[in-house]
């Protein structure tokens, strides 16, 4: 069994990388342009948080080093991804996002790892108490798919929903829950079962709609605004290793 659930890690953390690294073709559009222009930084925080808190995870929790460095990568990649961002945001926008990097991706992560080694002494209470604050965060940031999809039923288009990103949710969500299972582990398959039911709902809508009359979309979206539409869907799949 546990030769099975590392076989079954390593392909969730082949997708993972992948996903962690979706995001390129954007902030390589950022680098040429030397600006953000309309994209949101947001997102990238909040998946650098994830990816950190998730590496603590996988460090303290024996058994669990799949999980550790595969969002050790993610932190990395998100890391340049933020960087770039502050690197070329608007000046009226680099002091509140550096701000909001400093409370997300610095004083929380820290917080969270000095409180809960403080609050226990043993090692498993600190490990499933990181597990906890981990899962929840993940269970929070699915609000995405949620607004991708009812924008999908409003519009009945899939413009906004690229089935690849909704491929990989799905498929991601499936692979990591699947680890869980076999590690039983209830932190990684309660965010991992819940990304697979919400991939399987944008699979199932993309198939109802992908060749639906499209009603009520604005002729004046930009494209900036489409990518951004597609990046926020999908920031959420990184977080789910």
Known sequence: MAEASFYIGVIGNVISVLVFLSPVETFWKIVKRRSTEEYKSLPYICTLL?????????????GEYLVSTVNGF????????????LFYAPRHLKLKTVVVVAMLNVFFPIAAIV???SAFEDEKMRSQSIGFIS???NIIMYGSPLSAMK????????KYMPFWLSFFLFLNGAIWAVYAL???????LVPNGVGFVFGTMQLILYGIYR???????????????QDEEEGLTSRVVPLLS
Request: zero cysteines.
């Open 115 to 117: 409180a809960t080694r």
């Open 50 to 62: 994830g990816s950190s808190l998730w590496t603590y995870y996988g460090i303290v929790t024996p």
């Open 182 to 188: 076999l590690q039983h582990d209830v932190f990684l």
């Open 151 to 158: 924008t999908v039923v409003t519009t009945k288009s899939v």
């Open 211 to 225: 060749n639906a009359k499209p009603v009520g979309l604005s002729n004046g979206l930009s494209e900036i605004a």
């Open 135 to 137: 899962a929840g965060l």
């Open 74 to 85: 993610g932190a990395l990649v998100e890391t340049i991804y933020v960087s770039l961002f």
